[in-house]
């Protein structure tokens, strides 16, 4: 079992900033790809980013790149989300999430369905 605690959440006005962290227990957690999505109220929840165990790989959405840059740190088993350039379409529940099943492609890391444990979530709102 993997337990996975986000933080970092809050208001923030259009243009600013916040990093967002999620940390895992109980868990082969440095082994297994992670990622963040997000969902807004009345919406599905969609995919951000993603990045492979041991770092390397990366895959964002189109609506995010260049402005959010998923991270981790192995050694303190955290996963990062650093969000800049924040706009009001933004805000959501923002949710960490890991796999404990065998390596998939990075793209694949895109689905919901490839994930086994998420996070409780932290509220991100951003103010126009």
């Known amino acids: 079992q993997v337990q996975l605690v986000e933080s970092g959440g809050g208001l923030v006005q259009a243009g600013g900033s916040l990093r967002l962290s999620c940390a895992a227990s109980?868990?082969?957690?440095?082994?297994?790809?992670a990622g963040w999505f997000r969902q807004a109220p009345g919406k599905e929840r969609e995919f951000v980013a993603a990045?492979?165990?041991?770092?390397?790989?990366?895959y964002y959405a189109d609506s995010v790149k260049g402005r959010l840059t998923i991270s981790r740190d192995n050694a303190k088993n955290t996963l990062f989300l650093q969000m800049h350039s924040l706009k009001p379409e933004d805000t959501a529940v923002y949710y960490c999430?890991?796999?404990?099943?065998?390596?998939?492609?990075?793209?694949?890391?895109?689905?919901?369905?490839?994930?086994?444990?998420w996070g409780q979530g932290t509220q991100v709102t951003v103010s126009s």
């Open positions: 999430a890991t796999r404990t099943r065998p390596t998939i492609p990075i793209s694949n890391m895109g689905l919901l369905a490839s994930y086994d444990y």
């Open positions: 109980g868990g082969t957690f440095s082994r297994n790809g």
């Open positions: 990045i492979s165990g041991t770092g390397m790989y990366t």
